[in-house]
């Protein structure tokens, strides 16, 4: 594995990595390349990483957690705790103006948030009105974290818009996760950061991961990359200098963790061990299972390439060619985690260096044939 890894790094692929592989209680670790192009210093198995997208699975276990405690169920309507979801309205079609709307069939669900299918996200529109009503309010997925002063904001800015399909009906890539934390900390009573820290992380032992980097660990927080046509450019500087070195207004249950691999490893594993006394097993078997229709899964092939999505994460569909029984997530500023039963395999690989393409990088395909050799 360390030989596939290090050949990205000599080709500048990416500057550094950090990759995880836990095989049946066997754990190898490789801290590849440096924290920055400067070339110092050098990365290291505690280096902290914008996880993105891998937050959504923390996210949808710390709603499992509630759900586990009796204070939420999954098909129960979110109306008493997100009002600024109640009484929607939808487009009669996607490509038709913003008032051209008929009536919800029913409330929005838990269950609809966790598996995106709310009626609301990444729109694959060519310039639909609602696709544009959607970046206009900074609704619109992307690498960067939605700018709103807190979760009341962020809740405000879809009070006027309509939801593009049904509840339930189609899966749309990205915003139910950030909603349902909104969902958690008005649930807990906490903010989501509180909520996750008590029932996930300090149970798990993850402590270096938070939403932002606390001043003793900033030196550890490297800057990321991304490439433009003029080559690798810095998109987020690293320590003080970074947007990561300061506390959010609005906590991102979408893409807002910052974590290292042993903290992700730690989740993985309690995943794949049922629980392990944080979430209940019947919880960890829903969030495992594929909740989507043949019909869903073929239109979010995009994201999902042949795989299902459970409850905050995609899983191993009954027909598709992925592992039987894998499940995890990946981040687009270049991160990766899953959880495979059946190999008795935990998996997690974190770089620098944003996605350009929903197609995976090279040096992802190449850990995870690393990680699954012999298995």
């Not at 490439?227 to 970074?242: F, K, P, Q, V």
């Not at 060619?321 to 059946?342: A, H, I, L, M, N």
């Amino acid at each position: 594995m360390r030989e596939d890894l290090a050949k990205h790094i000599s080709s500048g692929e990416v500057t550094g990595l950090v990759a995880l592989v836990n095989r049946r209680g066997e754990t190898q670790v490789e801290a590849l390349g440096a924290m920055a192009t400067d070339g110092a210093p050098p990365m290291a198995r505690d280096t902290l990483f914008r996880i993105a997208s891998i937050t959504k699975p923390v996210t949808a276990a710390a709603a499992m957690a509630l759900v586990d405690d009796g204070k939420l169920a999954l098909d129960e309507p979110v109306d008493k705790w997100l009002p600024e979801l109640a009484g929607r309205r939808v487009l009669r079609r996607l490509d038709g103006p913003l008032d051209d709307t008929v009536p919800a069939h029913r409330p929005i669900s838990v269950r609809d948030l966790l598996t995106l299918r709310f009626g609301l996200g990444f729109i694959m529109a060519q310039d639909a009105p609602i696709q544009r009503a959607f970046a206009e309010r900074g609704l619109a997925p992307g690498p960067d974290q939605p700018g709103f002063p807190d979760a009341d904001a962020y809740m405000a800015a879809f009070a006027d818009l309509p939801l593009a399909y049904q509840p339930g009906e189609a899966w749309l890539y990205h915003t139910g996760l950030d909603v349902l934390g909104v969902l958690v900390a008005r649930v807990s009573g906490q903010s989501l950061e509180a909520h996750m820290r008590r029932r996930i992380f300090e149970p798990l032992g993850m402590k270096d991961t938070g939403f932002s980097v606390p001043a003793d660990k900033l030196d550890r927080l490297p800057p990321c990359y991304t490439n433009d046509e003029s080559g690798r450019t810095l998109y987020d500087a690293g320590g003080a200098s970074s947007r990561f070195s300061r506390p959010r207004g609005f906590q991102a249950g979408g893409s807002g963790l910052v974590s290292t691999a042993d903290d992700v490893a730690a989740f993985g594993q309690m995943m794949l061990a049922g629980g392990a006394g944080v979430l209940s097993p019947a919880s960890v078997e829903a969030m495992t299972t594929d909740q989507l229709t043949p019909v869903q899964r073929q239109a979010s092939e995009m994201f999902l390439d042949g795989a299902g999505w459970g409850l905050g994460m995609a899983v191993a569909a009954a027909d598709s060619q992925t592992v039987p029984g894998g499940f995890g997530w990946d981040g687009g500023y270049g991160t990766s985690w899953r959880s495979d039963p059946k190999a008795g395999l935990v998996g997690v690989l974190l770089t620098q260096q944003l996605w350009t393409s929903p197609e995976p990088p090279r040096v992802l395909r190449d850990f995870w044939a690393a990680a699954y050799r012999g298995a």
